[in-house]
Every structure is written in C-alpha cells, then in structure tokens.
C-alpha cells in the first residue's frame, strides 16, 4: 500500500513538473518570437506592402499570407470583421509567403493586378474561387482566368506585367523576410510587432484587443 502511494506520488509529481516545464517552455517561445520581432521591424514592415485600413491606426496587423492556403482564405473575412468593429483603429498589411506549389505564379498576377489598382477585388476573387484552381495543394495559374474575369482587368497587360523583374523582386523580398521572421507556414500574424503565442483567431483578437487598451482607444 506504501509503495503505491509512493508510485502514485511520483507519478502526480511528474505530471506536474511536465505541466510546468511545457509552460515555460511555451513562454520562452513566445517571448524569443517578440525579441525577433522587435529586432527586425523593417523585415516585417514595408513601405511598399499592400495595406488597407487607416494608415495611422493605433493597432497594426502584419499578415504573411499565402493565396493557396485554406485557412487563410477561411481567415481573412474574420479580420476584415475584426476592422470593421474598430473603424479606423486597425491597419492590415499584407505580406506574401508563396510556400504552395505554384502560388509565387498567383502572386505574381495578384502584383500585376495592384498595378491596376485592383489588388483587394483580385484577392477575394482569388479566395472565392480557391477551389477551382488549387488541387491537391498545387496552385494552378492557368485556372485563375476565369474567375478574374469579372474584375475588369486588363488582362494582356496582367500577363505582361506579371513577369517583371520589379514584380520577381518584391516575392523575392517577402520570402526573404518571412525567413527572417522565422514564418514556417500561413497565415502568420504579429500585431504591433508581436507574434501570436500560439495559432488560432482567438489568439489574433486578444492581440488586438490588448493593443487596443494599450493605445486608450478601444
């Protein structure tokens, strides 16, 4: 009976030092991905990124997103939500991370298009027909036409455009710089330069919630 309560002891012990160690473990995480995001702020702000919201708003979303990716498509209407409850307090800004097959070639034709002014249309179009063309992960530029075609695009300058040098550089330096900020997969938030303690959307609106009582203007 002694031994078993020993056992047992050591056993609710050992949980709890696990309980404990995945806890700092996880602060310390966090805590390096703000130290890294405060390091590079010009890695993950730039000037020329596409932006929608106030460009003085109190709070700032830096989005890496990738055009393919599900969740982000799943995602982006609920930050759209997120600003429309706090008008003009919440800026967004996009950054590409093309890390599908075949997306860096939509992203392209999405850069082609913000040179037409329609980069916001052209995206949610992009996510409102996500299914058609992304197939078994793979982006498939060819099957983004149609769905476009609806936007009024000048679709012979698109083609032109979108294999620019100027254009090839601006995916080259988001990708640089989502390595930077050590982004491994998409979306990928940070809120006034810090990143979420752990994915999700809960996670993202208490960012903001917290920026927004730290600037007095929730």
Known sequence: MKQKSIFTLAAVLLIAAFIVGAFFYKN???EQAAQLAAKNQTALVRADAPSFGNADAPVHIVE??????GTCREFYPLVKNLMAAHPGKIR???RYAPFHPGSDQVVKVMEAARKQGQFQQTLEALFASQTVWVQNHTAHVDLIWSPLGTLGLDMERIKNDMNSPEIA???AQDLADAKTMNVTMTP?????????PSFGFEQLQTLVDEALVNTNTK
Do not use: H, S, W
């Open 28 to 30: 310390q995480k966090t």
């Open 64 to 69: 890496f997103f990738d055009p393919a990716c």
């Open 92 to 94: 967004l800004t996009m």
């Open 169 to 171: 550089r601006t995916i």
């Open 188 to 196: 990928e938030y940070f809120v006034n330069g810090k990143p979420l």
